[in-house]
């Protein structure tokens, strides 16, 4: 695969792509390599992926770097965001290796019931292309811990970190066969992870399309499969909210990351009364934002990740005008020379109808929809209507309001005057469309693991079951 630099457009290097036998190359090894690793003290599993979080801060400049070469990530954001997190969410699951315990039940009298948690063996494992290096570690940190074994395909468009984190987890000890990176394409490599017979469980992180055909091709030996599909985040400003911290709070929820993330808040639900103020802070900070080399230190927004993106992001702009809606900034891509050939999109601001595609579908870039409303029972409408539960938030001072909205909203997550928090100890995951399972926090190690339940019967006396004769 030839690797492109989404600054430039220039080849950057080639990468091998794996075809289908190299991932039953890859599942076999691991295999071969679960017994030891899943009977490997659980302390010791924590020992090394502690280490490998060690070596990630060693590696951190060369991390970041990689991650802005390969992504567009602006090298700010790589360095102070994306590299800790990865190291964080490995410390965390080193720190939970030796704490999966397992319940006792009170079960009738002369019983014991416990449960424990084992591993599920090889689990495969696709990441996406917009935070390739902090998925990586969010997917393996739990599914290691917990004792699985692991093939992993990074995103055929951004494979570089995921390569580099390989070479550290060959430093920091974790014995062969534990993980198996195999990069390559989806319909080729990925598609095998989803229909392998021998891999027990997928976790996948992409489009619902994609996502929906895994279910299928997983189908054939029932493997689990987790999904995080994408989402339409609604972050909601209400009349009564501190203005200045919302604008602030709604342009982080878009433009980062350029927008390249399924829990952007992609549509900004404004209370009327508040729209028109909120919308001259808002249109004037994303007007300022410095779009620019991703290594630059000073640039705040960097290309989009691959040429096709920045296509369907831009296309979905004529959509906007289209159905009647309201280019309120950007749209197009900047006119600045120097960024001419790299997949660079201005911050765009469209105001929107409920229904209009720019309201309801995925667009995944630096591209928000501003929706009004008049009253909290159609904020909470226009919330919860679109087909995804992912991310969402709300900006109010109003106690009462903040809990009815985070319990009746349709969404995994839901932050009030705040957006796109992420901890490796909180779960994240979405409803409908976004998906289902958990990844991070003890739901995590609750998806990478089976349950047993084991009976012993201590001093129960057990009449005969079947009553023969007299
Ligand atoms: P995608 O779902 O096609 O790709 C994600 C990963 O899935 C990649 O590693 C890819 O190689 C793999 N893949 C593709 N087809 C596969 C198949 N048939 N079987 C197994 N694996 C397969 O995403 P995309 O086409 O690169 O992006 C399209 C849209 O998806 C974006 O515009 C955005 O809306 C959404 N998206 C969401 C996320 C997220 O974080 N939830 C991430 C990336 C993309």
Not at 295 to 307: A, I, Q, R
Request: overall charge negative; some cysteine; charged content about 20%.
């Amino acid at each position: 695969v030839r690797k492109l630099n989404p600054a430039t457009g220039e080849v950057i290097t080639k990468i091998a792509a794996a075809e289908a036998e190299d991932v039953d190359v890859a599942v076999q090894a691991a295999q071969k390599a679960f017994p030891a690793w899943a009977e490997t003290p659980a302390a010791e599993r924590g020992r090394l992926l502690l280490r490998l979080a060690d070596l990630i801060e060693e590696n951190s400049e060369e991390l970041a770097q990689l991650e802005s070469l390969d992504t567009g990530h602006p090298i700010k954001d790589s360095r102070r965001l994306d590299v800790p997190r990865t190291a964080a969410c490995f410390r965390y699951f080193g720190g939970i290796a030796d704490k999966i315990e397992g319940n006792v039940i009170p079960v009738e009298q002369g019983f014991l019931n416990y449960t424990t948690r084992e591993p599920i063996g090889v689990v495969g494992q696709i990441v996406p292309w917009n935070f390739p290096l902090m998925f990586t570690s969010w997917k393996l940190g739990p599914a290691l811990a917990a004792g699985n074994v692991v093939v992993m395909k990074p995103s055929e468009i951004t494979p570089l970190s995921t390569l580099k984190i390989a070479e550290l987890i060959k430093k920091a000890g974790f014995p062969d066969g534990v993980v198996n990176i195999v990069p390559g394409y989806g319909h080729t490599a990925g598609q095998r992870l989803a229909d392998h017979p021998d891999i027990g469980k997928i976790s996948f992180t992409g489009s619902t399309q994609t996502g929906r055909s895994i279910v299928n091709a997983s189908s054939g030996n029932l493997k689990r499969v987790q999904l995080e599909l994408g989402g339409k985040g609604a972050n909601i400003v209400f009349e009564d909210a501190n203005l200045d911290a919302a604008v602030n709070g709604a342009a982080w929820a878009i433009f980062h990351n350029q927008g390249q993330a399924c829990i952007a808040g992609s549509r900004l639900v404004l209370h009327e009364e508040i729209a028109d103020q909120f919308l001259e802070k808002f249109v004037a900070l994303a007007q300022s934002i410095r779009l620019g080399d991703p290594l630059d230190p000073n640039t705040e927004m960097g290309p989009l990740t691959s040429e096709l993106h920045r296509d369907k992001v831009l296309a979905y702009a004529k959509i906007a005008v289209e159905q009647g809606g309201k280019i309120l900034l950007g749209g197009t891509a900047p006119q600045d020379a120097r960024l001419k050939n790299g997949y660079f999109v201005m911050p765009t601001i469209v105001e929107a109808k409920v229904d209009d595609r720019v309201a309801q579908e995925e667009v995944f870039g630096p591209f928000v929809t501003v929706i009004r409303f008049k009253d909290d029972a159609e904020a909470l409408q226009i919330a919860n209507g679109t087909e995804y539960g992912l991310g969402s938030g709300l900006w109010t001072n109003n106690l009462q309001r903040a809990h009815l909205f985070a319990k009746k909203i349709k969404a995994g997550m839901c932050w009030i005057n705040s957006y796109k928090r992420v901890n490796p100890g909180s779960p994240f995951g979405g409803v409908g469309k976004s998906g289902y399972g958990r990844e991070m926090g003890f739901e995590a190690i609750h998806d990478y693991t089976e349950v047993k339940s084991v009976w012993v019967n201590v001093d129960a006396i057990i009449p005969p079951h079947f009553q023969r004769g007299e």
